[in-house]
């Protein structure tokens, strides 16, 4: 691709952001908007990026190309600009697909939970390898420090998400299937409308390409009816390619176990995240990274070195010696991990401080997520996040409360984030687990609580 002048409506997203920081490192000329300053915007900058807060069609103008997400309304200012102007524009994911082909390698990690986590497994272990990969992932990995790393050309590592069906403008020679789930029903409608995007997503796969599948989760056996793609297996359940065995948890809720190779023992893992959930991830991560030929102490050396990305399980302190956590949980499947997580760390009194995400995803999944979230002890409901929409769906916090009280009676709904910092401080008790869950802002409630002078 000529290097052009690009510009991004939205350039502070955490894929938007590194895929600036690509094209930056090849010395292409950037410009971006958005609509505040973070440490993001902040970084672009420093690294030579013309970043400017608010809307600015002047800069669409000089721009030779415009990238923009799928949430960006069509009566965006520059958006406008941009299309009367007969600029050459593309959505994000449009535009990641065209620049991923650079690459000789493309390894893309897809399903509706744990894409942030196994992409970070990955990269660790191809890093370890001194592989030397150029990496694209959705959340902050603090051994890259940030949610890029720009290597050479030979293998990008990518998250490739399905809403709005993004990840069928990727071309990927290798892919990771890790579950298909009933998401982003605003767009698909239908589990089986997810399951036809997976489908054709699955085929994007050269003839030399691989896939390596989930076949625990019945919809990944579905999909994988409809190809001739080469495929490599791993389950807990299922007879597979790679599974696990001889599992054991410690005290930290941290899984140990065998990775198996064709019932053969490959190797013995010590995680450092919780959840058994993550032991599928690492088991995907182990039969791709054997894949590509990584020599096995190699992929020990890299995944037992991983210790997760921000807002996924995450630890941030104490407050008067309860134990603060953030999760960027918003399905109730994820959230069903999560309360896992929360029963192996050693506690009190469980605090759940839910934020839900989207109206359309509320309105779905309402009747789940009471279910999930009933089993802490203490749930406090904020304000739904609306992201992109606007409620045409009607349904309100008080739904979910009440739904919840049905077998929960210690629930309520707390209309402001400061509101619920200072219930929880005058409420949480030493050695009580406060976890915020949501894809949205909540986490603010939880950093708060930790700047807060404390027993720790």
Not at 119 to 136: M, R
Not at 173 to 197: A, G, M, Q, R, W
Request: hydrophobic share 40%.
């Amino acid at each position: 691709m000529a290097k052009k002048k690009v510009h991004f409506i939205g350039i502070g997203g955490i894929s938007m952001s590194g895929i600036a920081e690509m094209l930056l490192a090849n010395d292409y000329e950037i410009s971006g908007s958005d609509i505040k300053e973070t440490s993001i915007t902040t970084k672009l900058r420093e690294h030579g990026a013309n970043v400017i807060i608010g809307h600015h069609p002047e800069l669409v103008e000089k721009a030779d190309i415009i990238v923009y997400t799928a949430a960006i309304p069509d009566d965006d200012l520059e958006k406008q600009a941009a299309l009367n102007l007969n600029k050459e524009c593309y959505e994000r994911a449009q535009f990641l697909g065209l620049i991923s082909k650079q690459y000789d390698h493309r390894l893309c990690i897809s399903g509706t939970h744990g894409k942030s986590t196994t992409t970070g497994l990955i990269s660790t272990v191809f890093l370890h390898a001194g592989k030397n990969p150029t990496i694209q992932i959705g959340a902050f990995l603090p051994s890259i420090n940030g949610n890029y790393y720009i290597g050479d050309n030979d293998y990008l590592i990518m998250e490739a998400c399905e809403y709005v069906d993004s990840f069928l403008h990727f071309y990927p020679t290798s892919e990771v299937i890790l579950n298909i789930d009933d998401d982003h029903l605003d767009y698909f409608k239908n589990i089986e409308n997810i399951k036809k995007s997976f489908t054709k997503y699955l085929n994007l796969l050269p003839s030399d390409g691989v896939a390596v599948v989930n076949i625990d989760d019945k919809n990944v056996q579905d999909i994988l009816k409809n190809t001739s793609s080469k495929i490599i297996t791993y389950a807990l359940k299922e007879k597979a390619d790679f599974t696990a065995q001889n599992i054991t948890k410690n005290n930290q809720g941290f899984y140990s176990f065998d990775v198996l190779d064709h019932d053969n023992l490959f190797l013995h893992l010590n995680l450092k995240i919780n959840g058994k959930h993550n032991i599928y991830n690492a088991i995907s991560a182990v039969a791709l990274c054997n894949y590509y030929g990584i020599n096995k102490d190699i992929i020990k050396e890299g995944i037992e070195s991983y210790q997760g990305v921000d807002r996924r399980f995450q630890f941030l302190g104490k407050y008067n010696d309860a134990l603060i956590y953030d999760d960027y949980a918003h399905h109730p499947t994820e959230i069903a991990s999560t309360l896992e997580s929360v029963q192996t760390v050693k506690h009190h009194e469980s605090w759940a401080i839910f934020q839900a995400h989207t109206f359309s995803r509320t309105k779905e999944h309402l009747s789940e997520f009471a279910e999930i979230l009933a089993n802490f002890d203490h749930i406090i409901i904020a304000s739904i996040y609306p992201a992109r929409e606007t409620n045409i769906y009607n349904v309100h916090e008080e739904d979910l409360v009440n739904l919840i009280k049905e077998k929960n009676p210690h629930v309520l709904y707390i209309d402001s984030f400061a509101k619920i910092e200072e219930y929880l401080k005058e409420n949480i008790q030493p050695q009580d687990i406060v976890i915020t869950i949501g894809a949205g802002p909540i986490n603010e409630v939880a950093y708060n609580l930790v700047k807060e002078k404390s027993i720790a």
